[in-house]
């Protein structure tokens, strides 16, 4: 699984093409292998992570330390860092997807034509899924859970600031493969920081299926740029609440705060909070006394500076910064067309919130905002394949094609037609 950092790109393509090839083989014994065998898999890496917890947090302290010496800030040293409660909630995690029903092999619509044969269609897995993600290592295991679940192998590069915390994992992760039966091959850490690997992964067109990005807008650019592979796009999460003139002022105090504190490093943390002028001049001084409390720096536009002071003043590129940190840029709006104009212009097309007890607004809302997801009276921070009952995400599709918003299971399986007929031919 190690390859020397110092290889040329040769040695580096080989190394790549060699993973490949082992997922490749390793993909078809998953899509063969019998779902039982699949969620033993899962339990036995499950009761792994708990058992080597120690190892775990030793190795993530290595990862950790290097981080503090390379000046990694303080989002950053959070997405990387394993404790106990993330370590267990990795297990969790997998324990629920494994309760998931099985997508693979699931027949739906099977009807009848005029001809006399029957049609229908079967979820499959794609593959080979290939992975690229920075900073938090609790990826390895979720994404490793959903495409062993999906039956599909993967081919998993992490940051090189979370190298020894992603090994430590795929070690788990090939002990509870073997111990159920399955090839340890299924899932695939690579074991070099060189940054060849990466463009050899992404143009791995004979061994991978599909490409699950997550990671910065360089990152996602380079592989829309340079990719032979497919990909499902995770861009940033430049998020939005809008708050309505006719929102209830407690309500809104309570959103848009969890929204924004409740964890800055995430990508469905809150960016930009946008108030309508009726309610702005009671709800903002309410915010700015809560946010004040919590040490976030607001950055707003003229109107909410009027309003409130001690803010900075918001710049251009403020509307359209995901800060992943105590940050949060506050514009004062004239209504849902203005707000829905703003949040056209500068969302990622990630989440976006409304609070509102006006029923026709909450629907305009969603029906015009065009996010991946689009809540009513809810934090963004729900945003997530876990909170939306998928066990886990693999990633927060920002595309329309061919899955949107948490990718779970059904996001990590494509159907084909299957037809049932009885000597039928065409006449």
């Not at 093409?17 to 019998?34: H, P």
């Not at 898999?41 to 499950?46: D, G, S, T, V």
């Not at 090994?167 to 002990?175: E, L, N």
């Not at 536009?301 to 105590?326: F, H």
Request: hydrophobic share 45%; charged share 25%; aromatic share 4%.
């Amino acid at each position: 699984m190690n390859a020397e950092s110092e290889n040329p790109d040769t040695e580096i393509n080989e190394y790549m093409r060699g993973l490949g090839r082992a997922a490749r083989a390793a993909g078809r014994e998953l899509a063969a292998s019998d779902g039982g065998a699949r969620n033993a898999a899962l339990y036995a890496i499950a009761a792994r992570l708990r058992g080597e917890r120690e190892a775990l947090r030793t190795a993530n302290e290595v990862d950790l330390a290097a981080g503090r010496a390379n000046g990694l800030d303080a989002a950053l040293l959070d997405r990387l860092t394993l404790s106990d409660a993330r370590i267990e909630s990795m297990a969790t995690g997998l324990e629920q997807i494994a309760a998931l029903p099985d997508p693979v092999g699931a027949v739906g619509h099977l009807d009848p034509m005029p001809s006399g044969i029957r049609v229908g269609r079967m979820r499959v897995p794609l593959g080979v899924v290939g992975i690229i993600y920075e900073s938090r290592p609790n990826v390895t295991a979720d994404a490793a859970a959903l495409c062993l679940k999906s039956g599909n192998a993967c081919v998993l590069r992490g940051g090189s600031e979370a190298l020894h915390s992603n090994r430590a994992i795929a070690d788990c992760i090939a002990a509870g493969l073997a111990e159920a039966g399955l090839p340890e091959t299924a899932v695939q850490v690579v074991g070099t920081t060189d940054r060849a690997a990466v463009g050899a992964l992404i143009t791995l067109d004979a061994f991978i299926d599909v490409l699950v990005p997550r990671g910065g807008k360089g990152l996602i650019e380079r592989i829309m740029r340079d990719a032979t592979v497919p990909m499902i796009k995770h861009l940033h999460g430049v998020c939005h609440c809008f708050v309505d003139a006719d929102a209830d002022p407690d309500m809104a105090e309570q959103v848009v705060i969890n929204a924004k504190t409740q964890r800055y490093g995430t990508c469905n943390t809150l960016e930009t909070l946008l108030v309508d002028a009726g309610i702005a001049p009671t709800l903002l001084p309410r915010l700015k006394a809560a946010f004040d409390g919590h040490g976030v720096e607001l950055r707003g536009c003229e109107l909410s500076r009027a309003i409130v002071d001690g803010m900075t003043a918001a710049q251009a590129e403020d509307w359209d910064a995901e800060y992943l940190a105590p940050i949060l840029s506050v514009a004062v709006v004239d209504g849902i067309d203005a707000a829905i104009n703003h949040i056209d212009r500068h969302s990622s097309r990630h989440t976006e919130a409304i609070v509102t007890n006006h029923y026709a607004r909450a629907q305009r809302f969603l029906r015009e905002v065009d996010s991946s997801s689009v809540m009513v009276n809810a934090s963004t921070r729900f945003a997530d394949g876990f909170e939306y009952g998928l066990g886990a995400e693999i990633g927060i599709s920002t595309d329309k094609l061919h899955a949107r918003g948490p990718v779970g299971l059904e996001g990590l399986t494509t159907q084909k037609y299957i037809v049932l007929g009885d000597g039928h031919i065409r006449g």
